[in-house]
């Protein structure tokens, strides 16, 4: 049986509180030009080159071994501060998003449209986006840069079927104010969550909510932590384990970061708080 009217309003009215939707008033985007600047896909890592490992983001402090997944297990990780949400750029309706080019053809047009100067941090990270998005996936990957919510859960029906019933996984956090670099502990054994397939999407830099959303046809494996830092912050967080990193350039800095030999081993990462992971309903 597919997914209701009423299924449909109450998963968008969950994303957008999830991911603290601004108002949008015709062509007036309100954003924060800062949020361009933070590098908080993990889609976005694939770009770094073991060469740019003395100049690392410490977000980019996501990543773990496979054997890491054990109880009692302590990893410095980045978890970025409750507070950045605010900052989060505005979702976009399919309207406005399909009225708005999305294309690197267009990056003048764009720049001109957002007032940002060609030579801009900004309009550096925005060009990144259109290329990402436009860049052919890898063997075994299907992936879109949906650029409005609708066009997100379209995505997620041309995966797991017009008829399927999907929930989604986010990091959550405590009340507490986050220290983004710290060390957490794993507090428990990790739930194994058993999916067939999963969607990975992830915030990308720019002015709107752009989220790059991929799957793979290889073996991806999905943990729910419950993790415990120095400070006493408490987030529970989904984590995935890429089994298969064959296709991985080996250049690629998460083989250096964990100390593995590239496309033989593993990788496994944490999703940063603004990324979403959907999931089939059995």
């Known amino acids: 049986m597919g997914t209701n009217l009423s299924s449909w309003n109450i998963i968008l009215s969950f994303l957008l509180l999830q991911m603290c939707a601004q108002e949008i008033e015709g062509r007036s985007l309100k954003y924060d030009p800062q949020h361009l600047l933070q590098p908080t896909s993990t889609a976005a890592v694939s770009s770094y080159k073991s060469s740019h490992i003395e100049h690392m983001d410490p977000s980019m402090n996501i990543f773990f ?15 970025s501060s409750k507070d950045n949400t605010s900052a989060s750029p505005p979702l976009l309706s399919r309207e406005e998003a399909e009225s708005t080019p999305f294309s690197s053809k267009q990056l003048p047009y764009l720049l001109d449209l957002f007032s940002f100067r060609k030579d801009s941090p ?5 060009e990144y986006t259109l290329r990402q998005c436009e860049h052919k996936p890898m063997k075994g990957e299907t992936k879109s840069c949906p650029t409005s919510l609708e066009s997100m859960l379209d995505f997620a029906q041309t995966v797991f079927g017009s008829d399927a019933h999907f929930k989604v996984l986010t990091t959550n956090f405590n009340d507490q104010p986050i220290v983004p670099l710290q060390n957490y502990t794993i507090s428990k054994e ?25 799957t793979q046809e290889s073996d991806n494996r999905l943990f ?12 529970k967080a989904p984590g995935i384990c890429h089994m298969d990193t064959s296709q991985w350039d080996p250049d690629h800095i998460a083989f250096q970061l964990i100390g593995v030999k590239p496309r033989e081993s593993p990788v496994c990462h944490f999703f940063p708080q603004d990324n979403l992971v959907w999931l089939p309903l059995h």
């Open 190 to 214: 990790p739930e194994v969550i058993h999916a067939p397939k999963i969607i990975g999407c992830h915030r990308m830099p720019y002015p709107y909510s752009v989220f790059f959303c991929h």
């Open 224 to 235: 729910v932590l419950s993790l415990v830092g120095d400070n006493g912050d408490r987030v």
């Open 65 to 79: 071994r496979v054997d890491d997944l054990k109880a009692g297990k302590t990893m410095s990780i980045w978890f």
């Open 122 to 126: 900004q309009a550096k990270a925005m």
